[in-house]
């Protein structure tokens, strides 16, 4: 078994994959044990489970540095989709839904700025011909 370096980081060459596909279940049942205590309607609110699911990162991350495998990796991030998957996949987040305003008002908005423009240019060509008759 490989061991982690004092810096914390587990060599490449030693991941044991095959030791890691037997380990990382155990993290999975745990927190689908722990899941299945939380109301299912209460899944999409981070603050019911959040415990449990720092539980279950810190679990495969163990789990992989004791076989000599960086975490994350591909097969502990195959397992973390696999279980938002199985737990998160209605979870959606609330977009508000944007639309036109009414053309009572859009036409308006548009139109003012675009006739004050032509006034404040006819304004300043009208001045500054006025001006030179004035000198």
Partial sequence: ?????????????????????????????????????????????LSEFIVYYDSFTNCTEEESTKVGCYWPNPLAQGLITGIHRQFFSNCTVDRPHWQDPPDEVLIPLIAVPILLTVAMAGLVVWR???????L
Avoid: Y
Wanted: charged content about 25%.
């Fill in 1 to 45: 078994m490989a061991v982690p370096s004092p810096g914390g980081c587990a060599p490449v060459d030693g991941c044991n994959e095959t030791r890691m596909l037997e380990m990382l279940p155990r993290c999975e049942k745990a927190f689908a044990d722990m899941m299945h205590k939380v109301d299912a309607w209460k899944w999409c609110n």
């Fill in 128 to 134: 500054s011909k006025r001006t030179d008759q004035l």
